[in-house]
């Protein structure tokens, strides 16, 4: 890993969400159910699956564990070289890579990026490298959050900004997604929100603006 991509990178510099900890796996998350419903049985990779500091994997949330249980085979790739080492030690399969731009010389059925998309900086590399990677009738699973979301809203109104994580670089909606998309021979066919609290799932909104993120599915145009 370069120093140039390595300072993006805050790795276990972010504490990890201890009281998400648990043996159990949360497979009715609604990130976790969107992928698992496309990725049984299925050849999967998992990008960015470090999922900030590699101590999460013992969260129920943690989408790699999630997927481990119910794949054919299971690859990840992550930048965070040192969260790689540490999950590779307890037994993953994952390789230190950069998602902007891989080269892995096989195919997939099923290529998830996790609440990734909003970390990059070179759209293009990212979604190509995807597409190469995908089989004929693969599939590209996306979830990032939803820029419309009701606290995000507010916070823009109170605030005139919103807080963030540290490493995001951009917002997209599903429209934008669908335009950035196209570009690279590649096709949104699927969309829909999800959040995990119980609040906002309640909420007397419609669901683009009560829900915290959106989930994608994504062909090849060909």
Not at 27 to 45: M, Q, S, T, W, Y
Not at 68 to 90: A, F, P, Q, W
Not at 176 to 199: I, P
């Amino acid at each position: 890993m370069t120093n140039q991509s390595s300072r993006w990178i805050l790795g276990d510099k972010l504490s990890p969400n201890t009281k998400d900890f648990s043996e159990k796996i949360a497979f009715n998350d609604h990130k976790i159910r969107f992928a698992v419903e496309h990725c049984r049985g299925k050849d999967v990779l998992d990008l960015g699956c470090v999922q900030h500091n590699p101590e999460n994997y013992k969260s129920r949330f943690w989408l790699h564990k999630a997927l481990s249980e119910v794949t054919k085979t299971l690859e990840g790739l992550d930048l965070y070289e040192e969260g790689v080492e540490y999950l590779r030690k307890i037994g993953y399969h994952i390789n230190v890579g950069n998602a902007e731009d891989f080269d892995l010389g096989k195919q997939y059925d099923v290529i998830v990026a996790g609440d990734l998309i909003e970390h990059l900086g070179d759209l293009q590399g990212f979604l190509t490298s995807c597409r190469s990677h995908l089989r004929p009738n693969g599939k590209l699973l996306l979830s990032t959050p939803n820029p419309w979301y009701w606290r995000n809203v507010v916070k823009s109104l109170l605030f005139g900004e919103v807080s963030n994580n540290p490493e995001h670089t951009l917002w997209v909606c599903p429209v934008t997604l669908s335009h950035l998309v196209s570009r690279c021979d590649l096709q949104l066919v699927q969309w829909h929100f999800g959040s995990r609290y119980l609040r906002d799932r309640l909420m007397p909104l419609p669901k683009g603006l009560k829900h915290a993120g959106f989930h994608a599915v994504i062909v090849r145009s060909d």
